[in-house]
């Protein structure tokens, strides 16, 4: 009898050891989810985009045919010498052609047609004979000309040489021939001179890139996880690289670096930011590197996390089920934590029911687009002692468990954004279309913040310009 009671009291003073023990060594390393601990810092990641344009040199003839005028010089009472003056008009009479001579140096031809009177200055004969002889002639003059893009973003022309006239403008009046070409020739130069290469702020190229940069670097709304978030770009350098290419025509190499900014859905800016000044360009990659800050809310989370993860029931071992119930989110140093309500059923007995605080560092699985858990850890903030004891007996269990099913699909969520580039930077102009190819997007981190969790996103991408 005696023996029989001491190895009933021995066993019930081990039970309470054990459990005393484990409970011990459970709140010794447990978790506190009151804890403050700092926060991470969310890095500001800088995102390029560099691209190289080669613009076949149809394409800048029809420029050049399309933005110059029929009527390109007017002159009146030119001296010709002689007691002869004239008045001419200069058209363009025929199509422009663009030679480029080597990645400076562009050699144009321009078919003029040259219509005017000649006749004697007035005085003396010239009063009797008030008769004017008609002047038509048509040549195509061959100057060659070195056109540089300001970083103010005007188009300049430091030389104009006229080769050739191609053709020779001779005429008869008053029983004299007149060669009117030496005029001519000086008068382009003249033209040249002083409305060309005098003013290096000849043509404007900046309204033609705001229009283009107002439509790509426009402000816009994205829905990403039912979050609605406003993005825009600010760019802080632009850079360029301009080169003739003999037989196909001009290589650009544009450039620009800056910042992809978040803002909330009701304080998106309405204009695009202006674009800097142009600096020279040494980059000819083709490539897109934009980094997106990307901001959830716990609250946004909470319903992320809930939707694949709560409400789901799984065995923890042969006796025992377990299912989550409500789930909560918040920052726990650089990790995350989240507070689980659960309820553990027994195939016999009643279920245990209590809250847990799970502790885990997010992880992005770029093959499977699946963000899912390291490190995780889990403390009992149940009241039962027969729960903390089971949670510590099983924990490996259940760290296994947890880890096998808090994974969250992020699919779905970073395709509709890289759907969203992609329709922002494709392009469609009346001389070319601009596409963006194989463009992927991944997480490059999870920073917890005070307000939610931080996921910096990396979008890569080329693109692809075909012209019309």
Request: with cysteine; aromatic share 8%; charged share 20%.
């Amino acid at each position: 009898m005696i023996n029989i009671l001491f190895s009933i009291s021995f066993r019930s003073i081990a039970t309470l050891l054990l459990t005393c023990l484990g409970l011990a060594f459970w709140s010794c390393k447990s978790l506190d989810p009151n804890a403050k601990l700092p926060l991470p810092t969310v890095p500001q990641g800088n995102s390029s985009v560099n691209v190289p344009v080669d613009i076949p040199i149809t394409t800048l003839a029809t420029l050049a045919n399309n933005s110059i005028p029929s009527k390109v010089i007017s002159l009146r009472e030119v001296d010709l010498g002689n007691g002869i003056r004239g008045d001419f008009d200069f058209f363009r009479a025929g199509t422009i052609q663009l030679i480029p001579l080597d990645s400076q140096r562009l050699q144009v031809v321009f078919p003029l047609k040259i219509q005017g009177e000649i006749g004697l200055k007035p005085g003396g004969i010239g009063n009797l004979l008030q008769s004017k002889i008609p002047f038509n002639r048509t040549l195509a003059p061959v100057v060659v000309i070195n056109p540089e893009l300001q970083s103010n973003w005007y188009l300049g022309v430091s030389e104009f040489e006229v080769v050739d006239l191609g053709g020779k403008l001779a005429i008869s009046a008053m029983g004299l021939e007149y060669d009117l070409s030496p005029m001519v020739r000086n008068e382009i130069r003249n033209f040249a001179k002083q409305n060309i290469t005098s003013k290096p702020n000849l043509i404007p190229l900046k309204p033609l890139m705001e229009s283009i940069w107002n439509e790509v670097g426009q402000p816009m709304l994205v829905e990403m996880e039912g979050t609605k978030m406003g993005l825009s770009i600010r760019p802080e350098s632009l850079h360029l690289r301009e080169y003739l290419r003999p037989n196909k025509g001009l290589h650009v190499d544009l450039g620009m670096k800056g910042q992809v900014q978040l803002h909330p859905a009701h304080a998106i800016p309405k204009k695009p930011y202006p674009l800097p000044k142009i600096s020279s360009n040494t980059d000819a990659s083709n490539s897109i590197d934009l980094h997106v800050p990307f901001h959830l809310t716990y609250a946004d989370l909470d319903a992320l996390i809930k939707k694949s993860f709560g409400g789901k029931v799984f065995r923890i071992n042969k006796q025992y089920v377990f299912e989550a119930k409500n789930l909560a989110t918040q920052a726990y140093g650089d990790k995350l934590g989240i507070t689980v309500d659960f309820i553990a059923t027994p195939s016999k007995g009643n279920p245990l029911k209590g809250e847990m605080f799970l502790v885990g560092r997010p992880v992005f699985d770029e093959s499977s687009q699946v963000l899912f858990f390291e490190e995780l850890d889990f403390v009992m903030k149940s009241t039962s002692a027969k729960a903390k004891l089971g949670a510590l007996l099983k924990q490996g269990k259940i760290n296994r468990q947890l880890n096998q099913q808090m994974k969250l699909p992020l699919g779905e969520t970073l395709a509709g954004g890289v759907k969203e580039i992609q329709e922002r930077f494709s392009l469609k102009t009346s001389i070319a279309t601009v596409d963006i190819l194989d463009l992927k997007m991944i997480p490059v981190g999870f920073y917890p913040t005070a307000t939610g969790l931080a996921i910096p996103l990396r979008a890569r991408a080329k693109t692809s310009i075909r012209w019309k």
